[in-house]
């Protein structure tokens, strides 16, 4: 999980090198941002995540044993941010609108005196997906989030999480049947499903194939599976869509950090190293 550059800084960091513990946890910040922002779902609680995160790495870096992996511990602080965050915004961030996030994009595209057609369309299938995800009770949304988007295993969400694997899964497999049904027909890759009629010998189609993802259905029920979608059309609707609409979460991978976020996150850690050092 983690790439050697990672361990060669984290092994200085802990060593009391703070060049290199600023490189790590910088290197690192958009994958914070981005957490942060999809599960708090707006830039200004996004920016706190990241700087209280990055602050609490730099803090607790020496005791970072390695037991897990290095993006299990960064997510863990993450998110304990973020949790703290939504107590006291007292579960607001479904009401909350990510619009303000798509803003400087749309406006960068129109200064540029065109609209170009496929950056315009990537950016409202970026939005069908973070309204989906923001859609998922808070739960869902974690599981989701760092599975599906961040690419986390299931145990490894576990262990973020401090859940069983059996339960990040069971988590997992409603996330994603939710996310289809929310994402697939702004997307238009649910082409009729009602008038297609399921019949009795539908299997739960989407719990199935989440578990086929997670390596979880053996060989006969695969080939049981394969045979039912190769019969039946509703059922071969509802696998690509929930193919698509995961593809899609792993492919929106945005927003870039803003640069003065940047800037104040890397003054703040700057202040923070220096009146340690
Ligand atoms: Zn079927």
Known sequence: MTPPEDSELLLLAQKGDTAALERLLLHHQSQIYRFGMKMCGNPEDARD????????????VRNFRGESSFS?????????????????S???PEEKSLDTDAGPEIAR???SGRRPDAAVAALEIQEVIENAIRKL????????????VEGLTAAEVGDVLGISVEAVKSRLHRARS????????ALGIAPK?????????????VTMFSGHLEGDIDSTACAAMEQHLQ??????????????TLSLCRAGSGPEVPSAVQESVRHALRLFLTSRA
């Open 49 to 60: 995540v990241l700087q209280d995160s990055l602050l609490a790495m730099a803090r607790s």
């Open 72 to 88: 299990t511990w960064l997510y863990s602080i993450a998110r304990s941010f973020c949790v703290k965050k939504h107590r006291k």
């Open 90 to 92: 007292r579960f607001a």
């Open 109 to 111: 595209l129109e200064d």
């Open 137 to 148: 009770e808070p739960a869902q949304r974690e599981v989701l989030i760092l599975r599906d």
């Open 178 to 185: 939710l996310m289809r049904e929310y994402a697939a027909p």
């Open 193 to 205: 499903m009602e008038a297609i009629p399921k019949t009795s010998t539908c299997p739960d189609l």
């Open 231 to 244: 019969d039946c059309e509703r059922c071969r609707n509802t696998c690509d869509s929930l193919k698509k």
